[in-house]
């Protein structure tokens, strides 16, 4: 849907987010436009002087059962392989 009155902004994307931008599409002919007022934007971010001000005052940020995810996560983490050992 195009409207004569309505304004344009040119923009330049990476490949990788006019492919992920391309591939969010419903349909073919549905603009980017379209796909952009359709995404979801979170609410909850922070930033990073809020997160150091969080840390300082030791407030939590994450809850228990994200934190045990999180330490799961981490002991089943290992490094990756190293290409340039002797094998």
């Known amino acids: 849907m195009h409207s004569a009155c309505m304004s344009a902004k040119t923009i330049s994307l990476k490949k990788q987010a006019y492919d992920r931008l391309r591939a969010a599409r419903r349909y073919p002919g549905e603009s980017f436009s379209e796909v952009v007022l359709r995404a979801r934007w979170p609410e909850d971010t922070m930033t990073a002087a809020e997160l150091l001000e969080r840390a300082r ?31």
């Open 57 to 87: 005052t030791g407030e939590r940020r994450f809850s228990d059962e994200e934190l045990d995810r999180i330490e799961a996560v981490t002991k089943r983490d290992s490094p990756p392989e190293d290409k340039w050992a002797a094998r």
